[in-house]
C-alpha cells in the first residue's frame, strides 16, 4: 500500500470541502482533498443553483438567514465569475396570504437582509410572465450561482497554494489511535488500488455522507438526508429568482440559470443519501406549483430533473421531525472537545451560499486542535477567474463567438462549446470520463440533453486522451444512461419527442446497445 503525509486531509469535494481545502492551504497547512466521485457531483452540483440573500429563511430560520446575507455581499467581492446578479423578488399570489408580507419585511429587517416593498405593477413589467394576481411584492439581493465553477475555482486556488487532490477516492477506513484520528485509508474506485494518508488533523465535509464517515472514528454524527427534486425548464421563463412570499414549501421557487429557468424544491426524508429517486407525483405537483407564479409553466418544455439531498444536522434524535423544520445553518463539530477523539472535524449543514464561512470556522477548528495561529484571508482574496470583479453576464458564450465568419468548430450548439474549450477541458481534467467534462462546460445540457454533441465529445475524448475504443464506448454509454435518470420523470411534450429523436439516433444509427466495450 502506498502512503501520503499531510496536515490537513479533507474528506468531501463539494463546496464546502472545497472551500476547507483553499483556506487550509492559504493560511500554510499541507492540504489533501478527496472526493469519492467527481468534484461537485454530490449535493452541490444538485441544487437550484440560488445564491441566498437569506430572504427565504428570515421569518422561519433567523440564524440562516444571518448567514446567508453576510455571505451573499462576500461572495460576490471574491467570486463575482461564477455569479450571475439577476436579483429576487418575494411576491404574495392568490393562493399566499397578505398579512405575511409584514412578518416577512420584520424578519428581513431584523436578520439584516436588504429588503423593499415594490408595486405590482412595476413587478409585472419587469417579469411579465408573472401571475397577474399577485397582491405585494419585494426585492431582495438573490442570485443565481454556478456551483461547478465556484468548486473549481476554490479547488484551482488551493493547488495554486500548494494543495493536492484525488477524485474517485472513497474513505474504506479511518486510523484511529490513542483517542486520535491519525489518516484513512483510500481506495482508488477505478484501479482498486490502496493508499494510506497520515494526516495532522482530518477534517470531515462529507456533506449528507458525514455521518457515515463520522462513525469510522466511532462518533456519531446525526444527519438527516432531506431529498429535494428540481426541474430545468428549457426557456428562461424569468430573468429574477421569484419566490412565493409564505414560509419555505415545495415549488415555490424559480431560479433563472443561464438560458433555462430551474424550479424547486421538495423536502423529503430518505434513509440513504445515495438513494433519490424523482416520482411522478413530485413532477407533477412541482409543475402544478409553478403555475401559481407563472401562468402556462406546465406547458412549457421540462428539461430535465434531478434531485440533491440536503445535510440537516440533529444533535439529538428526535423521532417524526420534519425536514423543513430542521435549521439550515452550518454545525461545526470538534470531535476533541465532543467525543473525545482528537485530530477530527466535522463541518455539516449549511448552503453552499455559506460554504466559505463554514470553511473558515472549520480551519479555525484545525488551528486550535494544532495550536497555532493563523488568519483567514478568503473573505478578502479573489478566486481564480473572478479577478476582474466582473460578474457573469448571459450571453456571454454567444458574444465570444461572433461573428460567426470567424467562429471556430462548435460541438455543442446548445451551450456553445467550441473544439478548443473541449480540448482544454480534457486536457486540464485528464479524465476518461465525458460526465466530468460536462460538470466542467456544462455539455449535453442543453435542449438536445447531448443528442448532437456527445458523440462528437466521445470522438475528441478518444482522440485527445488516446483511449481505446472499450474506455471510449464505456464513457459514451455512461453519459447516456446518467442522462436518462433526469429524462425519464419528465417524458412528455416536446421533451419527449427530443428523447425520441436521441434514441433513434444513438440506437437506430449507432447502436449504442450492442458497442463493445
Same mark, same amino acid.
Given at each position: 500500500?502506498?502512503?501520503?503525509?499531510?496536515?490537513?486531509?479533507?474528506?468531501?469535494?463539494?463546496?464546502? %470541502?472545497?472551500?476547507?481545502?483553499?483556506?487550509?492551504?492559504?493560511?500554510? $497547512?499541507?492540504?489533501?482533498? *478527496?472526493?469519492?466521485?467527481?468534484?461537485?457531483?454530490?449535493?452541490?452540483?444538485?441544487?437550484?443553483?440560488?445564491?441566498?440573500?437569506?430572504?427565504?429563511?428570515?421569518?422561519?430560520?433567523?440564524?440562516?438567514?444571518?448567514?446567508?446575507?453576510?455571505?451573499?455581499?462576500?461572495?460576490?467581492?471574491?467570486?463575482?465569475? +461564477?455569479?450571475?446578479?439577476?436579483?429576487?423578488?418575494?411576491?404574495?399570489?392568490?393562493?399566499?396570504?397578505?398579512? $405575511?408580507?409584514?412578518?416577512?419585511?420584520?424578519?428581513?429587517?431584523?436578520?439584516?437582509?436588504?429588503?423593499?416593498?415594490?408595486?405590482?405593477?412595476?413587478?409585472?413589467?419587469?417579469?411579465?410572465?408573472?401571475?397577474?394576481?399577485?397582491?405585494?411584492?419585494?426585492?431582495?439581493?438573490?442570485?443565481?450561482?454556478?456551483?461547478?465553477?465556484?468548486?473549481?475555482?476554490?479547488?484551482?486556488?488551493?493547488?495554486?497554494?500548494?494543495?493536492?487532490?484525488?477524485?474517485?477516492?472513497?474513505?474504506?477506513?479511518?486510523?484511529?489511535?490513542?483517542?486520535?484520528?491519525?489518516?484513512? *485509508? /483510500? #481506495?482508488?474506485?477505478?484501479? %482498486?488500488?490502496?493508499?494510506?494518508?497520515?494526516?495532522?488533523?482530518?477534517?470531515?465535509?462529507?456533506?449528507?455522507?458525514?455521518?457515515?464517515?463520522?462513525?469510522?472514528?466511532?462518533?456519531?454524527?446525526?444527519?438527516?438526508?432531506?431529498?429535494?427534486?428540481?426541474?430545468?425548464?428549457?426557456?428562461?421563463? *424569468?430573468?429574477?429568482?421569484?419566490?412565493? +412570499?409564505?414560509?419555505? %414549501?415545495?415549488?415555490?421557487?424559480?431560479?433563472?440559470?443561464?438560458?433555462?429557468?430551474?424550479? %424547486?424544491?421538495?423536502?423529503?426524508?430518505?434513509?440513504?443519501?445515495?438513494?433519490?429517486?424523482?416520482?411522478?407525483?413530485?413532477?407533477?405537483?412541482?409543475?402544478?406549483?409553478?403555475?401559481?407564479?407563472?401562468?402556462? $409553466?406546465?406547458?412549457?418544455?421540462?428539461?430535465?430533473?434531478?434531485?440533491?439531498?440536503?445535510?440537516?444536522? #440533529?444533535?439529538?434524535?428526535?423521532? @417524526?421531525?420534519?425536514?423543513?423544520?430542521?435549521?439550515?445553518?452550518?454545525?461545526?463539530?470538534?470531535?476533541?472537545?465532543?467525543?473525545?477523539?482528537?485530530?477530527?472535524?466535522?463541518?455539516?449543514?449549511?448552503?453552499?451560499?455559506?460554504?466559505? $464561512?463554514?470553511?473558515?470556522?472549520?480551519?479555525?477548528?484545525?488551528?486550535? #486542535?494544532?495550536?497555532?495561529?493563523?488568519?483567514?484571508?478568503?473573505?478578502?482574496?479573489?478566486?481564480?477567474?473572478?479577478?476582474?470583479?466582473?460578474?457573469?453576464?448571459?450571453?456571454?458564450? /454567444?458574444?465570444?463567438?461572433?461573428?460567426?465568419? #470567424?467562429?471556430?468548430?462548435?460541438? +455543442?450548439?446548445?451551450?456553445?462549446?467550441?473544439?478548443?474549450?473541449?480540448?482544454?477541458?480534457?486536457?486540464?481534467?485528464?479524465?476518461?470520463?465525458? @460526465?466530468?467534462?460536462?460538470?466542467? /462546460?456544462?455539455?449535453?445540457?442543453?435542449? +438536445?440533453?447531448?443528442?448532437?454533441?456527445?458523440?462528437?465529445?466521445?470522438?475528441?475524448?478518444?482522440?485527445?486522451?488516446?483511449? @481505446?475504443?472499450?474506455?471510449?464506448?464505456?464513457?459514451?454509454?455512461?453519459?447516456?444512461?446518467?442522462?436518462?435518470?433526469?429524462?425519464?420523470?419528465?417524458?412528455?411534450?416536446?421533451?419527449?419527442?427530443?428523447?425520441?429523436?436521441?434514441?433513434?439516433?444513438?440506437?437506430?444509427?449507432?447502436?449504442?446497445?450492442?458497442?463493445?466495450?
Amino acid at each position: 500500500m502506498s502512503s501520503l503525509q499531510t496536515d490537513v486531509l479533507v474528506i468531501g469535494g463539494g463546496s464546502t %470541502g472545497s472551500g476547507v481545502a483553499r483556506d487550509a492551504a492559504m493560511r500554510g $497547512f499541507s492540504t489533501l482533498l *478527496v472526493e469519492r466521485r467527481d468534484l461537485a457531483d454530490g449535493t452541490t452540483g444538485r441544487f437550484h443553483g440560488l445564491l441566498h440573500s437569506g430572504g427565504r429563511y428570515a421569518v422561519k430560520d433567523p440564524p440562516a438567514a444571518i448567514e446567508c446575507i453576510k455571505e451573499n455581499l462576500i461572495l460576490r467581492k471574491v467570486a463575482p465569475d +461564477c455569479i450571475e446578479d439577476t436579483g429576487g423578488v418575494f411576491v404574495v399570489t392568490p393562493w399566499d396570504d397578505p398579512a $405575511f408580507g409584514d412578518r416577512f419585511l420584520a424578519g428581513c429587517k431584523n436578520t439584516g437582509v436588504p429588503v423593499h416593498e415594490v408595486s405590482v405593477g412595476d413587478t409585472l413589467r419587469r417579469e411579465p410572465r408573472l401571475h397577474p394576481g399577485i397582491k405585494r411584492a419585494f426585492t431582495v439581493p438573490d442570485a443565481a450561482i454556478d456551483p461547478w465553477k465556484l468548486v473549481w475555482s476554490n479547488v484551482r486556488s488551493a493547488q495554486e497554494h500548494g494543495a493536492r487532490m484525488l477524485t474517485y477516492h472513497r474513505v474504506l477506513s479511518l486510523d484511529v489511535d490513542g483517542g486520535k484520528v491519525m489518516g484513512a *485509508v /483510500l #481506495q482508488d474506485v477505478r484501479s %482498486g488500488d490502496e493508499v494510506r494518508v497520515r494526516a495532522e488533523v482530518v477534517v470531515n465535509a462529507a456533506g449528507a455522507w458525514a455521518g457515515q464517515i463520522a462513525s469510522m472514528a466511532g462518533c456519531e454524527v446525526q444527519i438527516l438526508p432531506g431529498k429535494g427534486v428540481m426541474i430545468a425548464m428549457n426557456h428562461r421563463l *424569468v430573468q429574477t429568482v421569484l419566490n412565493r +412570499c409564505k414560509l419555505p %414549501g415545495d415549488g415555490d421557487i424559480i431560479v433563472p440559470i443561464r438560458t433555462t429557468c430551474v424550479i %424547486g424544491t421538495t423536502d423529503v426524508h430518505v434513509t440513504d443519501p445515495d438513494t433519490s429517486e424523482i416520482t411522478k407525483h413530485e413532477v407533477d405537483f412541482m409543475l402544478d406549483e409553478g403555475e401559481k407564479l407563472v401562468p402556462g $409553466f406546465r406547458q412549457a418544455r421540462a428539461l430535465h430533473a434531478w434531485a440533491g439531498v440536503r445535510p440537516l444536522f #440533529q444533535e439529538t434524535r428526535a423521532k @417524526d421531525i420534519e425536514t423543513r423544520d430542521v435549521t439550515r445553518s452550518h454545525a461545526l463539530l470538534d470531535h476533541k472537545k465532543r467525543d473525545g477523539v482528537g485530530g477530527f472535524v466535522t463541518i455539516t449543514g449549511g448552503k453552499t451560499t455559506t460554504y466559505r $464561512f463554514m470553511a473558515e470556522v472549520a480551519v479555525d477548528a484545525v488551528c486550535e #486542535q494544532l495550536g497555532v495561529q493563523r488568519p483567514c484571508s478568503t473573505a478578502k482574496e479573489r478566486l481564480p477567474g473572478s479577478e476582474r470583479g466582473a460578474t457573469y453576464q448571459l450571453g456571454a458564450r /454567444l458574444g465570444a463567438r461572433e461573428p460567426l465568419p #470567424q467562429s471556430e468548430e462548435i460541438i +455543442c450548439e446548445c451551450e456553445l462549446v467550441t473544439r478548443s474549450h473541449l480540448d482544454a477541458a480534457i486536457a486540464r481534467r485528464e479524465t476518461d470520463s465525458i @460526465d466530468d467534462i460536462r460538470r466542467l /462546460l456544462r455539455i449535453g445540457m442543453g435542449p +438536445c440533453q447531448g443528442g448532437f454533441c456527445i458523440y462528437r465529445a466521445t470522438a475528441l475524448l478518444h482522440a485527445d486522451r488516446h483511449l @481505446d475504443y472499450a474506455t471510449a464506448n464505456h464513457s459514451l454509454l455512461d453519459f447516456l444512461e446518467e442522462r436518462w435518470k433526469g429524462l425519464h420523470p419528465i417524458l412528455y411534450g416536446d421533451q419527449l419527442r427530443q428523447t425520441r429523436l436521441d434514441d433513434w439516433i444513438f440506437q437506430g444509427l449507432f447502436d449504442v446497445r450492442h458497442l463493445p466495450r
